[in-house]
């Protein structure tokens, strides 16, 4: 057997969740409790998540993806209406907003941050766009007063998609409490993981009482209080609602995942400091630009490729990565380039330029807290190897 081979070898998967001993221990102490679904952790959870964020509600839910439905059911989007959405983004985002037979207008993003331009957005409002999901991409929040004042101008809703940005803020306020709603990820791979959950915020008592009411089958206000003892039969059904609650064994999770917050992302920072300092001498290579009056997350490091200056393409990158065991990914392959959102809207690569150039070139490198030293030596010599033996 050769095992020598594979104790030298140093891999590094794409993502770990940065989990433990302190989750497990809180999950099992759930389920020998007996109470398994949402109950009192749920409630904490949203408790202390509200506070965390500076929103005055947080309701919890079972995906990232119910929380923008539910989102959309809250502020009434109906048949025929149109949501802008950027198309660089999880399919997700726009996903939601065909439930309703309503059309993801796909929007053309930044070059410099990949976020949504909105320019570009304001270029293709017509009588019938409602909203705007802008995507806070790899952490970095969008440029929400721009965003805001675009929603201002043409009465549309704001309802954020921050599935990456845990913890981030914007101008000193944290991504949250800056919009109408804001819709938060827990899946696995996420920066704050439970498997899978979600969280939506808002200040709007109304809103938060929708979401609330509809995240559970429509059934009136603290209906799961019924299988309590202080509880008692009756339930009202008011709408014909979803299955979208959260147990509370992932929001046992949630509450440890959200005490470890800031320091993993201060491990992850440190990792990005690292890459960018590595990376950012390399003229083959484009280290992610982050502007200054505004805090990333840092769920993602994408780098980005000077196709001029290299003999290889992304793809040819991302193997001779492999080869070394790295993981990588690849944050997003734009909407409109996926067969639905053409062949439904007929939407055409020559509409989006900066995506369709920007994706041929970007990547998503390993980035999260519990990565070793070797593996963090390891992404390093090798990216850096990789773009040195192929400089033209
Ligand atoms: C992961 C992700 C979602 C969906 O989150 P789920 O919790 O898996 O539903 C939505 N938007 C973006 C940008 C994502 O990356």
């Not at 497990?24 to 102490?29: G, H, I, R």
């Not at 952490?139 to 201002?152: F, K, Y």
């Not at 630009?289 to 003999?311: G, P």
Request: net charge negative; proline share 4%; aromatic share 8%.
């Amino acid at each position: 057997m050769k095992t020598d081979l594979s104790t030298h070898t140093i891999s590094v998967p794409f993502h770990k969740a940065a989990v433990g001993e302190e989750e497990a221990q809180a999950a099992a102490e759930v389920i020998r409790s007996g109470w398994l679904t949402m109950g009192p952790q749920t409630l904490e959870f949203e408790r202390q998540f509200a506070e965390y964020v500076g929103a005055k509600y947080a309701l919890a839910v079972n995906s990232c993806t119910a929380a923008l439905h539910l989102a959309l059911e809250a502020v009434g989007l109906k048949e025929g209406d149109e949501v802008l959405v950027p198309t660089v983004t999880f399919t997700s985002t726009a996903e939601v907003v065909a439930y309703f037979h309503a059309k993801p207008v796909l929007v053309d993003v930044d070059a410099a941050t990949l976020n949504i331009s909105v320019e570009d957005a304001e270029r293709r409002i017509t009588s019938r766009t409602r909203a705007i999901i802008p995507v806070h991409l790899a952490g970095q929040p969008c440029d929400m007063d721009e965003v805001h004042a675009l929603a201002a101008k043409h009465g549309l809703r704001v309802i954020e998609d921050a599935a990456h940005s845990l913890p981030a803020s914007y101008h000193g306020k944290t991504i949250g409490a800056l919009s109408e709603i804001t819709c938060f990820s827990f899946y696995a791979t996420k920066t704050l993981a439970t498997g899978e959950g979600g969280m939506v915020t808002t200040d709007d008592a109304g809103i938060a009482d929708r979401v609330r009411i509809m995240r559970l089958h429509g059934i009136g206000r603290d209906a799961w209080k019924r299988y309590t003892s202080e509880g008692s039969w009756y339930y009202e059904v008011l709408a014909p609602g979803y299955k979208y609650n959260l147990t509370d064994v992932q929001s046992a999770i949630g509450l440890v995942q959200l005490r470890k917050c800031a320091e993993m992302r201060s491990k992850r920072a440190e990792i990005a400091r690292r890459y960018n300092e590595a990376f950012g001498k390399l003229p083959t290579l484009e280290i992610p630009t982050l502007k200054n009056d505004r805090e990333s997350a840092l769920h993602l490091y994408i780098l980005r490729l000077n196709r001029d200056k290299l003999r290889i393409n992304r793809n040819e990158f991302v193997a001779a990565l492999k080869q070394r065991e790295i993981g990588t990914s690849v944050h997003f392959i734009p909407l409109h380039m996926h067969p639905y959102y053409r062949d439904t809207y007929g939407y055409d690569s020559a509409d989006f330029p900066v995506a369709t150039r920007e994706y041929e070139r970007y990547m998503s490198l390993p980035l999260f807290p519990d990565m070793s030293e070797e593996q963090i030596h390891h992404v390093i010599e090798s990216v850096t190897s990789i773009a040195e033996q192929n400089r033209i």
